[in-house]
């Protein structure tokens, strides 16, 4: 499904003395099968963003066009919306309930109105696409580390076969091994299924290697919007609203001050060795 949002804003407790003004006229288009990341610091409009994409917050002004359908017209289903558009919130394990694993990931499924044998067999594609073994189906969720929680979660989205993924800082508490484990299962499923797949991540790395499109939002507001090696070229003004790049941009912009011909726009260790490499043989 593709998306469209045209001069959207919310704000917080509008009419009190709390009021804040938390989107400001956003306009983007989210095509069908894009790996998108979007970053910003913390307060900047990300997690705001991303729940109106499902309808769990109703913009205070501006439109969502679902395939072309506003989401806020009179008639249109906001449970068809959220059975379509999947949202992974932070920490998401702590949402786990059921008494074992498969029963867990069941439940999305059956809130659809599948039935038991539908429920399950798509609970059982989920748990193997987010690569947990068949040997924890039957435990407590609460047996399991930090990382199978967090595939446990995903996989109780996917069981609803959401056309968009939409992801809140899935990594985050995990170590690099099971950070990297569930990235890699996500970028593995994007190819696979060919969904669309929305990132909100704190880490420049992550973000540079995963993802072929990069949303930058300060207060508010899209700062950038491109493709990685676009929008990390722009990072001293990233550096100027808390954010930066990743480590390997400022390495190749040290390489370039020191006489080396690298291309400082590489944005993935493995561009920047080619990049290293190649000025080596010249």
Known sequence: MSMKIEHLNYIYGQGTA???KALKDINLEIPNGQFIGII???GSGKSTLIQHLNGLIKATGGVIYDNGRNIYEEGYSMKDLRSRVGLVFQYPEYQLFETDVLADVCFGPKNLGLSREEA???AYAALKQVGLKEKHY???PFELSGGQKRRVAIAGILAMEPEVLILDEPTA???PRGRDDILDQIAK???ERGITVILVSHSMEDVAKYVERIIVMDEGSVRFDGAPREVFE????LESIGLAAPQVTYLMQELKKKGMDVDVTATTVEEAKQSIL???RA
């Open 138 to 140: 039957k435990k407590s």
């Open 18 to 20: 709390y009021e804040k």
């Open 234 to 237: 722009h990072y001293r003004e």
């Open 189 to 191: 499923l994007h190819k």
């Open 120 to 122: 399950e067999a798509r």
């Open 173 to 175: 508490g995990l170590d």
């Open 278 to 280: 190649e000025c080596m």
């Open 40 to 42: 910003g610091h913390t």
